[in-house]
């Protein structure tokens, strides 16, 4: 029993190289097997199907090992999370070596009860998800520094607000540009059936406003009842915490909000499109607003991390002059380094996540798993509450192999949607249930590119000379996973029995 729990404690670095060696070795046995798999898509002009096989790339071969000695280092530099965290974390030195975080959370959470800290966390954690993949830099630092100086165990915060983003991963109250895509791909697919099909954009947002609201309360109760004595209390010594503000925090804080004030004004009015000089940084050949805002080629989307960072650095600059904790140009200097002191390991730990990811999608083993899920939901019989039930499985458990969303989706959408439109079941339901799927597994699944800023965080705050194991940090998910299958899944039951509109010109029925 003492070795298995030995190996399941292993670093996670050491994790990351198993699971690298068990990937290469796999694909060269599956290429073997000649495990492939028939990819069905649409044409989206003549509506005409198109059928691929996708195959095993095998790494275990000459051209296997050529592309993982000759792409490893670029694989690794244009690793998203990487540069995106170095950044992030540059604005997050400033702002608690200024000491402007340790009296903003002892202000905000002074009067506060830890569970309502714990709600506003996840609940902000899953609305974030019209950010993207991008929360996961800004929130997960965060939150470890919101408990610390909570004084609360930081782990807490970081689990948390995991689940939040994990879990809530599909619940888009505000439409983004991954339901743009998605929405995309699933009319073209109904249009394969009902030429004049429309779909809108807002038609799934009273179950996912409902949804959020169940989710945030659960997933706080879960985390203080069962996460939070897991993880023990955290000797935080912060013995004038309870003291009032002095003046120079008070001034500090009036600099603060005064600066970063200006810079959200000048920020918005660039987001907002047809006043004079507006708009900068959106992409003005899409059509819809979202589209513009967070499209590949928005400046917004691109510059994203670097906005977030000049605005937490102006909040700390600003309270630091105002605080005199800021004094010196040197001392400027001094605070931008010093969330990146002892980055050694965690850069290592991105290095050998980074390698598993990229080696993973190169085998086109997820892809081939989701595939033959999307055929297997296309030869079944089943109507009503066992489509539902069905559709839900597959794509918890396609998660685990594909996290993307539109990657998932191009690939199930031509096969699911025509499914359940012959079933007398609309498009967008089974849109909504795929997403409300992806939340269940999307916390479980190292596969996930940021699932190593999760990783990265608990170890930066576990006790010296401790570690998070890879699956450990997994093990803290698990509870919410069931929770989320469990809630999701009778909401959606129940929404379907009912027959309550999901949204507006949204319904469960054609």
């Not at 540059?90 to 959470?109: H, N, P, Q, W, Y």
């Amino acid at each position: 029993m003492n070795k298995v729990k030995d190996k399941l404690s292993l670093h996670p670095i050491m994790t990351f190289l198993i699971l690298i060696g068990f990937t290469i070795v796999l694909s060269g046995v599956l290429y073997l097997l000649d495990f492939s798999q028939s990819v069905y898509t649409i044409n989206s002009t003549t509506l005409e199907y198109s059928v691929s096989t996708v195959t095993v790339s095998n790494l275990f071969s000459v051209e296997g090992l050529k592309y993982i000695f000759s792409s490893t280092v670029s694989n690794f530099v244009s690793f998203a999370p990487l540069s995106s965290l170095i950044i992030i974390l540059i604005g997050f030195g400033v702002m608690e070596k200024s000491g402007f975080l340790k009296t903003a959370v002892r202000l905000i959470t002074k009067k506060l009860r830890k569970n309502t800290v714990t709600f506003l966390l996840i609940f902000i954690s899953i609305i974030s998800s019209v950010f993207g993949d991008l929360s996961y830099i800004v929130l997960l630092p965060l939150s470890a520094l919101i408990f610390k100086y909570g004084k609360r165990n930081p782990l807490i915060g970081v689990v948390a607000a995991f689940a939040g983003l994990t879990c809530g991963q599909g619940l888009s109250v505000i439409f983004t540009s991954v339901d743009s895509s998605l929405l995309s791909l699933s009319l073209t697919a109904a249009r394969v059936i009902d030429i004049t099909y429309r779909m809108a954009s807002i038609s799934g947002v009273f179950i996912m406003a409902v949804a959020v609201l169940i989710l945030s309360y659960v997933l706080t109760v879960i985390t203080e009842k069962m996460v939070a004595p897991r993880l023990g209390k955290y000797d935080v010594s912060l013995e004038e915490d309870d003291a009032p503000l002095t003046r120079r925090e008070v001034r500090g804080l009036v600099f603060s909000v005064l600066g970063a004030s200006v810079y959200v004004i000048i920020f918005l009015y660039n987001i907002i499109p047809g006043l004079p000089f507006s708009g900068n940084l959106l992409d003005n050949s899409q059509v819809l607003y979202i589209d513009k805002l967070f499209s590949y080629n928005s400046f917004f989307s691109n510059g994203f991390v670097f906005i977030v960072t000049i605005f937490f650095l102006i909040l700390g600059l600003a309270y630091g002059l105002g605080a005199r904790t800021i004094k010196t140009h040197q001392d400027f200097i001094d605070t931008l380094g010093h969330a990146l002191d002892n980055i050694g390991k965690t850069l290592v730990l991105i290095f050998f996540a980074s390698v598993f990811v990229s080696l993973f999608r190169y085998t086109n083993i997820g892809t081939i798993i989701v595939a033959y899920l999307g055929n297997l939901f296309q030869q079944v019989s089943f109507q009503g509450l066992p489509l539902i039930i069905f559709l839900f499985l597959i794509g918890a458990i396609s998660t685990i192999f594909v996290p993307t969303s539109v990657s998932k989706w191009t690939l199930l959408s031509p096969v699911v949607i025509p499914v359940f439109m012959n079933a007398g079941m609309t498009p967008e339901f089974a849109q909504i249930i795929f997403r409300f799927s992806e939340g269940v597994t999307m916390g479980l699944t190292p596969v996930l590119a940021y699932f190593v800023i999760y990783l990265a965080v608990l170890n930066d705050h576990c006790k010296k000379g401790e570690n998070i194991s890879l699956f450990k940090a997994i093990r803290l998910q698990v509870p919410y996973a069931m929770a989320t299958f469990v809630i999701l899944l009778c909401l959606l039951i129940l929404w379907y029995i009912i027959g309550l509109p999901l949204g507006i010109n949204g319904a469960t029925v054609l």
